[in-house]
Nanobody, 118 residues
Framework: QVQLVESGGGLVQPGGSLRLSCTAS????????MGWYRQAPGKERELVAQ?????NINYRDFVKGRFTISREKNTVYLQMNSLKSEDTAVYYC??????????????WGQGTQVAVSS
């Protein structure tokens, strides 16, 4: 059983910073893409940023220049700077991994709340 365990959410004032982390644990052949999504109340879940196993990175326009995604083996980080109230959401870690039977599987973390408010 493969799991993603997230940490690092919380309450921060506008302009502040938070760092999220997510580690994949369990038995698998390889983790390919890892990334972060978010879901605000009443809205659909949306991609924030993702990073491949080869280090290629994709950011949504609304976080470019403010958020940085990075990865060390099976742990992915999201450094969030210059936070705005509209960044308030539950942030979910996502990963695509390959099983020992060469199957592709998508998994999600449990979500961590980020609240930006004065």
């Amino acid at each position: 059983q493969v799991q993603l365990v997230e940490s690092g959410g919380g309450l921060v004032q506008p302009g502040g910073s938070l760092r999220l982390s997510c580690t994949a644990s369990g038995s698998f052949y390889k983790i390919n893409d890892m990334g972060w999504y978010r879901q605000a109340p009443g809205k659909e879940r949306e991609l924030v940023a993702q990073i491949t196993s080869g280090g290629n990175i994709n950011y949504r326009d609304f976080v470019k220049g403010r958020f940085t995604i990075s990865r060390e083996k099976n742990t992915v980080y999201l450094q969030m700077n210059s936070l705005k109230s509209e960044d308030t959401a539950v942030y979910y870690c996502h990963a695509k991994y390959i099983t020992w039977n060469t199957e592709d599987v998508n998994i999600w973390g449990q979500g961590t709340q980020v609240a930006v408010s004065s």
